[in-house]
C-alpha cells in the first residue's frame, strides 16, 4: 500500500532553514505528481507546492513562493522540502501528498497523505 | 487566486441525521473539487473527487454535488465515525483548501 513517511522537522531558530524529505513507498513513485501541506496549531490545511512526476514542474503558493524549494529524487523514491529564512508562523505540521496522478502535478486531487511533520520555528 | 468558502464552521448533529456542507468557489472552478475528512491528530482522507466521485473504500452514505461555484458535501445517515472536520479544495487552479467545517455530536 502507499506509504509516505515525513522527516526533518523539529525546532528551528527564526531566520534559519530547515529540509523536509518524504519517503515514498508502495507505488511508482516516478509516476505521480507530489505536493506539501501544512497546517498551523489548530488551524486548517494549506497547500503549498506541487511538483511533477519528472520533477520538471513545480508550482508554489504565494504566501511561500521565494522562501520554499520542493523537488524530488525519483531515483531514491524522496520528496523534499527545502524551506528558507522561516518565521514563527511557518510553525505547523507539515504533510507529505500524492496527487492522483502524474504529468504536470495538477488537475489531480491529493489521494494519499504521510503523517506529518511537526515544524516549530522559535527562538 | 480562487478562494473557497465553506459553510457552516461548525454543525452540530446526532447519529442518524442527514447533514450538507457548502463549499463555494470565488470563481468557476467547473467539477475539479474534492473533500476530505480529518480526524484530530490525522492525516485528512479523501472522499469525494471531480466534485461527485467516490473515491474507493469511502462508505456510500457520503455524496458530493455540484459545478461551477456551488458544491455541496452531503452525509445521508451520521454514523458516530463521521464526526471529524470536513474540507473541501479546488485543484482548477493550483490548489486551494476550505477553511473547514467542524461536525460535531
Known amino acids: 500500500q502507499v506509504q509516505l513517511v515525513e522527516s526533518g522537522g523539529g525546532v528551528v531558530q527564526p531566520g534559519r532553514s530547515l529540509r523536509l524529505s518524504c519517503a515514498a513507498s508502495?507505488?511508482?513513485?516516478?509516476?505521480?505528481?507530489m505536493h506539501w501541506v501544512r497546517q498551523a496549531p489548530g488551524k486548517g490545511l494549506e497547500w503549498l507546492a506541487a511538483?511533477?512526476?519528472?520533477?520538471?514542474?513545480?508550482h508554489y503558493a504565494d504566501s511561500v513562493k521565494g522562501r520554499f524549494s520542493i523537488y524530488r529524487d525519483n531515483s531514491r523514491n524522496t520528496l523534499y522540502l527545502h524551506m528558507f529564512i522561516l518565521r514563527p508562523e511557518d510553525t505547523a505540521v507539515y504533510y507529505c501528498?500524492?496527487?492522483?496522478?502524474?504529468?504536470?502535478?495538477?488537475?489531480?486531487?491529493?489521494?494519499?497523505w504521510g503523517q506529518g511533520t511537526l515544524v516549530t520555528v522559535s527562538s | 487566486d480562487i478562494q473557497m468558502t465553506q459553510s457552516p464552521s461548525t454543525l452540530s448533529a446526532s447519529v442518524g441525521d442527514r447533514v450538507t456542507i457548502t463549499c463555494r468557489a470565488s470563481?468557476?472552478?467547473?467539477?475539479?473539487l474534492a473533500w476530505y475528512q480529518q480526524k484530530p491528530g490525522k492525516a485528512p482522507k479523501v472522499l469525494i473527487y471531480?466534485?461527485?466521485s467516490l473515491e474507493t473504500g469511502v462508505p456510500s452514505r457520503f455524496s458530493g454535488s455540484g459545478s461551477e461555484t456551488e458544491f455541496t458535501l452531503t452525509i445521508s445517515s451520521l454514523q458516530p465515525d463521521d464526526f471529524a472536520t470536513y474540507y473541501c479544495?479546488?485543484?482548477?487552479?493550483?490548489?486551494?483548501f476550505g477553511q473547514g467545517t467542524k461536525l460535531e455530536i
Open positions: 501528498a500524492r496527487g492522483s496522478s502524474g504529468g504536470s502535478g495538477l488537475r489531480a486531487y491529493i489521494d494519499s
Open positions: 508502495g507505488f511508482i513513485f516516478s509516476s505521480y505528481g
Open positions: 511538483i511533477s512526476s519528472d520533477g520538471s514542474d513545480q
Open positions: 470563481q468557476n472552478i467547473n467539477s475539479w
Open positions: 471531480k466534485a461527485s
Open positions: 479544495q479546488q485543484y482548477n487552479s493550483l490548489y486551494t
